[in-house]
């Protein structure tokens, strides 16, 4: 089993700080393809928001706000035990970092086990556009718009949100276990948690747009 | 001189990130308290704004931009900015448009009523 402090940097870093440096760039280059990427998602639906402000509001009441608003707290919980993980494994605590890595892990699988749930329950709801969709009162063919945008939004940040699971997961069993994450080096984990954060804030975002409406 | 806890991996210690998590919780109950206050026009702004503040956050502390070289905080920057000429270019289209954003109308919304506004 290798050690942190015997991981060399690749031939073209002069050391594994600037090695560590340039990878978070790169991350953080990845992430503003992500921001965009979802942006333009949300900008479509605040367009249709404001086109039919009525008929989006009469929609989200079907949305289950118990499980997004849970989903939401699980979510910035994840978040504060990956940056307690980086913290620890830049320590030299490893087994910290272990235990705080596999917390983050299920709670991500909890969120995903809430969200295929809420999946659930909108399917008994008859609010899947194009398969199984009952326009409610006061929605209009217009409130299938906000199902749809529901849909491809929660969709897409699962997905995201499971390859995040499997960075961790990987970093976990790959990784840590062959000793090359450790406080000489870890800015791989620095990596995965700078996605995880991204994929939290994705959800802060999407919540107000998917849960909020129309509820007053 | 650095303003607020050392949040760098080596030196970071547990408690300035639980009360981060603590705050943003706060700030999300305070997100939902909005949707139930009958502020009409004013709770998506409000919601929105406050998420604002939770993604200034996140940013900050969790992902580490503060104490981060000035590069990263461009490349952090810079997808919001890249956003903001989709946002912007996109909108010159629906602000030209008559007839946007629609008028409510017995029918239901009408993109054509502006057109027969006095």
Redesign the interface.
């Given at each position: 089993m290798t050690n942190s402090s015997s991981v060399a940097p690749e031939i073209q870093f002069a050391n594994l700080e600037q090695q560590g440096?340039t990878a978070?760039?790169g991350i953080?280059?990845f992430?503003?393809?992500?921001?965009?990427f979802f942006?333009?998602l949300i900008?479509t639906y605040f367009?249709y928001r404001?086109?039919?402000?009525?008929?989006f509001a009469a929609a989200a009441k079907d949305a289950v706000l118990w499980c997004g608003?849970v989903n939401?707290?699980i979510l910035?919980?994840s978040?504060?035990t990956?940056?307690?993980a980086?913290?620890a494994?830049?320590?030299g605590r490893r087994q910290e970092m272990v235990t705080l890595l596999i917390v983050t892990a299920a709670l991500g699988c909890a969120f995903l086990l809430i969200k295929g749930y809420e999946y659930y329950l909108d399917f008994q709801d008859h609010v899947v556009p194009v398969v199984d969709f009952a326009t409610k009162p006061g929605e209009?063919s217009?409130g299938e718009l906000f199902w749809i945008f529901y849909w491809v939004a929660t969709g897409l940040h699962a997905i995201h949100l499971m390859i995040g699971i499997a960075l961790v997961l990987y970093m976990l069993l790959w990784r840590i276990r062959r000793g090359e994450i450790g406080?000489a080096y870890?800015a791989p984990l620095?990596v995965v948690?700078?996605y995880w954060?991204?994929v939290?804030?994705v959800w802060?975002?999407l919540?107000?747009c998917i849960y909020?409406?129309g509820?007053? | 001189m650095s303003i607020g806890p050392d949040i760098h991996p080596k030196r970071a210690r547990a408690a300035p990130f639980v009360i981060i998590w603590a705050i943003l919780l706060v700030l999300a109950s305070f997100k939902v308290l909005t949707a139930f206050l009958g502020m009409g026009v004013w709770a998506p702004i409000a919601q929105f704004g406050i998420v604002a503040i939770q993604a200034s956050i996140v940013f900050t502390f969790f992902m580490r931009l503060k104490g981060s070289p000035s590069l990263k905080w461009v490349f952090a920057v810079s997808g919001f900015f890249w956003l903001s000429f989709l946002y912007g270019l996109s909108m010159t289209d629906y602000a030209d448009r008559q007839g946007w954003p629609p008028i409510y109308t017995s029918d239901g919304p009408s993109f054509q009523a502006h057109q027969n506004q006095p």
């Open positions: 440096d978070q760039l953080w280059v992430l503003v393809n992500e921001t965009i942006g333009a900008f367009v404001i086109s039919y402000p009525q008929e608003s939401l707290a910035l919980t978040s504060l990956m940056v307690l980086i913290n494994g830049a320590q209009g217009a406080s870890y620095e948690g700078i954060s991204f939290d804030v802060l975002f919540y107000p909020l409406v509820r007053s | -």
